[in-house]
């Protein structure tokens, strides 16, 4: 099968990609077996095109170090997911967007778990032929839908997700790509359809992070593969509040957070200018 075409479904091939390569170091965070099945043909040329930007030869870094974040970021929400999995009430996970990920079939699940994954058709079917032959670890249903497009919840709901019973979500690697008024409505649509209980854990950058030059290099490497980043917020914990979660924003680089990766200084909340990136995890009021 020929690798995915547009721009968002790329990045997808870029976290296989990280993960590949995080999985053969010998201080990796987690084990990602699939990860070098799932980065396709362009999968490395859009890796060595983001550690060129990151680590160049002739200077310092100055961006933050992609590799060390995803690695940080994987595992934390690896954590995450399995903690929410193995709540009684919690019988529902949902990775939407999917994307390249490999949870389904590297972790171990609780029996009883239903595990959903939404994306493209695109991505799904490139993840399908890849991944064939290769039995997920957890009852598993495939939903090919944009989060963008009207009624994907039918889709979902279609495929065996119960909107009253508590559910576990990942928004991982999506809210910063999109704009800001559907930010909102992919937050108001998930609050709609998570019961009271629910968990909810995304990624999202602040808004120095779209605009400080010392980002410039890797703003500039997704905005020429046609996926820049549109969206950040100084504050993330009012943004999921607005739709119906109490959630916690950690950053990379503190406690929980760091497992011995993160490189640089972990700028204070008070320091309005400084980039950051927030894990936001917490549960539907």
């Not at 990775?95 to 990920?101: R, S």
């Not at 504050?235 to 950690?250: I, M």
């Given at each position: ?7 968002v ?14 999985t ?60 929410a ?67 994907w ?18 928004l ?83 406690p ?30």
């Amino acid at each position: 099968m020929t690798d995915l075409t547009t721009a968002v479904e790329r990045t997808a091939l870029l976290t296989a990609a990280l993960r590949a390569a995080e999985t053969q170091r010998p201080d990796r965070l987690y084990e990602d077996p699939y990860a070098a099945q799932l980065v396709g043909g362009i999968g490395p040329e859009l890796l060595a095109e983001v550690r060129a930007a990151t680590f160049p030869p002739d200077r310092p870094r100055t961006l933050p170090s992609t590799p060390d974040y995803n690695a940080i970021r994987t595992r934390f929400f690896d954590d995450l997911l399995l903690a929410a999995a193995a709540k009684p009430r919690i019988g529902q996970v949902v990775l939407a967007p999917a994307g390249m990920d490999s949870r389904a079939y590297r972790l171990s699940w609780p029996s009883g778990i239903r595990y959903f994954e939404v994306d493209r058709p695109a991505v799904l079917a490139f993840k399908s032929a890849r991944l064939e032959g290769i039995r997920p670890t957890v009852t598993h249903r495939t939903v090919p839908v944009d989060l963008t497009d009207d009624h994907w919840e039918d889709r979902l709901a279609a495929a065996g997700y119960d909107a009253a019973a508590p559910s576990a979500w990942l928004l991982e690697g999506l809210l910063y790509y999109v704009p800001e008024a559907d930010a909102h409505s992919i937050l108001d649509r998930v609050a709609a359809i998570a019961a009271p209980g629910s968990v909810i854990a995304a990624d999202l950058v602040n808004s120095a992070a779209l605009t400080r030059p010392d980002m410039r290099g890797l703003l500039e490497v997704f905005a020429g593969w046609g996926c820049p980043w549109l969206f950040g917020t100084d504050e993330p914990e009012a943004l999921f509040a607005r739709h119906g979660f109490a959630v916690t924003a950690t950053q990379p680089g503190e406690p929980g957070a760091d497992f011995g990766r993160w490189p640089d200084p972990v700028p204070d909340r008070s320091v309005r200018a400084a980039r950051r990136v927030f894990f936001v995890h917490g549960h539907r009021i």
